[in-house]
């Protein structure tokens, strides 16, 4: 199994260490998120090399699952990448196909990550300097036209000095949620711009908001974004 850290669901990773220069990345997907309604049961993604150089690449895909207020991802034989791997010529684009072969019916939404990682090239690597190497983590949804929406409860808890965000969703398809805000009467209690995650169908997930000291006496208001439009939302507050 693969696990991915708690609370991380950004569509792209840069994976790099630490030296004194780096040489910019080059490879390019899109689009970065796909839902088919079954029976569609295939989708092309485009690769892009932006570089002067070819590029050697691999595609897997990941059965994704949130599991105690984490992300999982596990290998899979339902859902297949053609081809596996592939070499990019500079400058140009090449289509992937995402087939789920499993011929068995998506009962409400099944969730999967393309996993899209630039292979180093050991013969470009030279002392002081790093290649950056890209991970793309590409979210694709097979999803049961009769299933039902999200339907996410909020609680606040405490962990350590730190509160997080759980999210409970009873409903059978998952919940973006970005630009999020909480807000305890006047004064804010915590803020991410951007995409924050997602609770999945029938999943709870769990996100950091920050120091706990800044919670107070009385009620919590969810403000965020959803793929649905605005949520605004009570929540609950744990010890």
């Not at 991380?8 to 910019?24: D, E, R, S, Y």
């Not at 500079?90 to 072969?101: H, K, L, M």
């Not at 120091?211 to 009570?234: C, D, E, H, Q, W």
Request: proline share 6%.
């Amino acid at each position: 199994m693969l696990s991915v850290l708690k609370g991380f669901c950004g569509v792209a990773a840069i994976l790099l260490a630490g030296v004194p220069t780096a040489q910019a990345a080059s490879l390019r997907v899109a689009p970065t998120t796909v839902e088919l309604i079954a029976p569609d049961s295939a989708a092309t993604f485009t690769l892009r090399n932006e570089a002067t150089r070819p590029l050697n690449v691999q595609i897997r895909v990941f059965r994704w699952t949130q599991e105690g207020g984490s992300e999982q991802l596990e290998p899979t034989s339902s859902v297949v990448a053609s081809p596996p791997a592939t070499k990019l010529k500079p400058s140009a684009d090449y289509t992937i196909r995402v087939i789920r072969v499993d011929k068995s019916p998506v009962k409400t939404e099944e969730s999967y990550r393309v996993v899209v990682d630039e292979l180093p090239d050991p013969s470009r690597k030279k002392a002081g300097t790093v290649n950056l190497v890209v991970r793309y983590m590409i979210p694709v949804f097979f999803r049961n036209a009769d299933a039902g929406g999200p339907e996410v409860s909020w609680q606040l808890k405490r962990s350590g000095g730190s509160l997080e965000l759980v999210g409970r969703n009873k409903g059978g398809s998952r919940l973006r949620l970005s630009d999020l805000k909480l807000t305890q009467g006047a004064k804010t209690i915590a803020s991410r711009k951007g995409l924050v995650g997602y609770v999945l169908g029938g999943a709870t997930m769990e996100f950091p908001v920050g120091g706990g000291t800044r919670l107070g006496g009385g009620k919590v208001k969810l403000s965020a974004n959803s793929a649905a439009g605005p949520i605004s939302a009570s929540v609950a507050v744990g010890n």
